[in-house]
C-alpha cells in the first residue's frame, strides 16, 4: 500500500527544490532572470524570462511548486535557447484567487505567459503535474507547440476517480499541512536527505490548501486523460520504479510517433534536480536530434 501511495504521489507531486548533490558551480550559476508578470482573467501570472527570441523552451513546474524548482536547468538551458520559467496560478509569485485549478487554466496561462514574452513556439518541459499541463496546452495550442519534454509525469491515469478521491479525502480537512506532509513523506525515496526532505515541504506547504485541492481534483478528471494522438517530437525521461505499467512504453509510443523514451536508474521522481547535468544534456540532445529551436 505505501508502494502505491509513493508511486501515485509522485506522479502528482512536483519535484524538489534542488537536490544536494548539484556541484556548487552549477547552484552558483545566476538564475534569476528578468522577473515580469502576463495577465489572465484579471490576474498576474508571474514568470521568470532568461534570454530573446520568438522561440523558447517553457519549463512548467508541478502541484504546489514553483518556478524555482527548475534552478539546476535554467543556467544551462538558457545557453541553448531562451527559457521562461513560470510560477503556474494559484503558486509562487502568481496571484491565488479562489477559481478553479484545472489544467486548461493552466494550459492558457502558459499561453498568456508565451503570448506576454513574444514567444510564437515553444518546447514545453513538464515535470509531474506539469506533464498533463502541457498536454493540454498541446490540445489547444498545436500550431504553438513544437515539442514536449515528459519529466517523470504520466499520460494517462493510475486509478478511476474513486480511488483517487480517496487519496484526496485525508487533504480535505483542517489538518492538511499535517496530512499533505505525510503525503510528501511517502512519495520521497532514500535519494532526498532529511535535511533537503524539511526544504521540500516547507516550500511545498506554503501554496494554500484551496489551490492544493482544486489541481489534485482536476488531475483526476478523465477529460484530461484522452489517448489522442501527440504529432510533435516527445522525449520521455522517467525514474525506473516497478510501480510503472509494464506496457508503459508501449502506451506512450501508442500516442506518439516520434519518441525518445528514457527510464533512469538510481534516480527517484525528483531526476531533473538529482541529476541536473545529466538531466540537461538530455533535453539539449534531444532538441539537437529534433532540430528544435536552432541557435
Keep these: ?154 499520460l494517462r491515469p493510475f486509478g478511476d476517480k474513486k480511488m483517487m478521491d480517496s487519496f484526496i479525502a485525508p487533504l480535505r480537512g483542517p489538518n492538511y499541512k499535517l496530512e499533505a506532509a505525510k503525503f510528501i513523506d511517502g512519495m520521497m525515496g532514500p535519494e532526498v536527505t532529511p535535511a533537503l526532505r524539511e526544504q521540500i515541504k516547507t516550500s511545498m506547504l506554503s501554496t494554500p490548501q484551496y489551490v492544493a485541492i482544486s489541481a489534485m481534483e482536476a488531475m483526476a478528471e478523465e477529460s484530461i486523460w484522452k489517448q489522442d494522438k501527440i504529432d510533435v517530437p516527445v522525449l520521455a525521461v522517467l525514474a525506473k520504479s516497478p510501480f510503472w505499467a509494464a506496457d508503459n512504453e508501449q502506451f506512450f509510443r501508442s500516442i506518439t510517433s516520434n519518441l525518445d523514451y528514457q527510464m533512469w536508474d538510481g534516480v527517484s521522481h525528483f531526476l531533473m534536480m538529482e541529476k541536473p547535468k545529466q538531466f540537461n544534456d538530455a533535453v539539449i540532445a534531444f532538441l539537437d536530434k529534433q532540430r528544435l529551436l536552432k541557435r
Design 1 to 154: 500500500m505505501l508502494g502505491t501511495i509513493r508511486f501515485i504521489a509522485s506522479a502528482l507531486l512536483c519535484g524538489l527544490i534542488i537536490s544536494s548533490t548539484v556541484d556548487r558551480a552549477v547552484e552558483a550559476n545566476t538564475f534569476a532572470g528578468e522577473s515580469r508578470f502576463a495577465k489572465l482573467d484579471g490576474h498576474r501570472i508571474h514568470y521568470e524570462n532568461h534570454g530573446k527570441g520568438r522561440e523558447a523552451i517553457v519549463l512548467i513546474h508541478g502541484w504546489t511548486c514553483d518556478l524555482g524548482f527548475w534552478r539546476g536547468q535554467v543556467a544551462d538551458l538558457s545557453k541553448r535557447a531562451r527559457v521562461l520559467a513560470i510560477d503556474l496560478p494559484g503558486h509562487g509569485q502568481s496571484d491565488k484567487p479562489e477559481v478553479a485549478y484545472s489544467m486548461e487554466l493552466f494550459a492558457r496561462a502558459v499561453d498568456s505567459v508565451m503570448r506576454d514574452a513574444g514567444v510564437d513556439r515553444a518546447v514545453l518541459v513538464g515535470h509531474s503535474m506539469g506533464t498533463p499541463v502541457a498536454r493540454q496546452f498541446y490540445r489547444k495550442y498545436p500550431q504553438k507547440t513544437l515539442g514536449l519534454v515528459v519529466v517523470d509525469g504520466p
